[in-house]
């Protein structure tokens, strides 16, 4: 049986981008780089509790062959990482409430893959189970 999502894996052709964005601007730690003869090849991100963000310089050890569309983190508090993203120089788009009933924007990695944050709320279909009503 599943228990949870472990890790996400992606690829960057720029791995110190990668990590200067995700750690040092969205604050996650850097659970553990991957090496081969002794040069960073990829790196895991602790992501909350025991989800993680893998990536892989592209070619190297990457396990999947194209990159990915996008992916979501969730936040408890979305305006102050809006702002604090803004403030770091990145562009975000829109923050708004979603069709699933909770609050998101988005913004776009060193490597073009899109991240959506969302600050979940009580009417959140993630919490309430209920089917998702959209119109786009």
Same mark, same amino acid.
């Given at each position: 049986? #599943?228990?949870?999502?472990?890790? !996400?894996?992606? =690829? @960057?052709?720029?791995?110190?981008?990668?990590?200067?964005?995700?750690?040092?601007? *969205?604050? *996650?730690? !850097?659970? $553990?780089?991957?090496?081969?003869?002794?040069?960073?090849? %990829?790196?895991? $991100?602790?992501?909350?509790?025991?989800?993680?963000?893998?990536?892989?310089?592209?070619?190297?050890?990457?396990?999947? +062959?194209?990159? #990915?569309?996008? $992916?979501?983190? +969730?936040?408890?508090? #979305? /305006? /102050?990482?809006?702002?604090? *993203?803004? /403030?770091? %120089? !990145?562009?975000? &788009?829109?923050?708004?409430?979603? /069709?699933? %009933?909770?609050?998101?924007?988005?913004? @776009?990695?060193? =490597?073009?893959?899109?991240?959506? $944050? +969302?600050?979940? @709320?009580?009417?959140? &279909? +993630?919490? @309430?189970?209920?089917?998702?009503?959209?119109?786009?």
């Amino acid at each position: 049986m #599943i228990h949870q999502l472990a890790h !996400v894996c992606f =690829n @960057t052709p720029d791995l110190e981008a990668t990590v200067r964005f995700y750690h040092e601007i *969205l604050g *996650l730690e !850097v659970t $553990f780089h991957f090496l081969k003869k002794d040069e960073k090849i %990829g790196c895991y $991100f602790h992501a909350g509790k025991q989800t993680f963000l893998e990536c892989f310089v592209r070619g190297e050890g990457s396990v999947v +062959q194209g990159d #990915i569309k996008h $992916f979501c983190l +969730q936040t408890l508090d #979305i /305006a /102050a990482l809006e702002s604090s *993203l803004q /403030a770091a %120089g !990145v562009e975000t &788009r829109g923050r708004k409430m979603g /069709a699933d %009933g909770s609050h998101q924007f988005w913004c @776009t990695d060193p =490597n073009g893959i899109d991240i959506e $944050f +969302q600050e979940y @709320t009580p009417e959140s &279909r +993630q919490l @309430t189970g209920k089917d998702c009503h959209v119109d786009w």
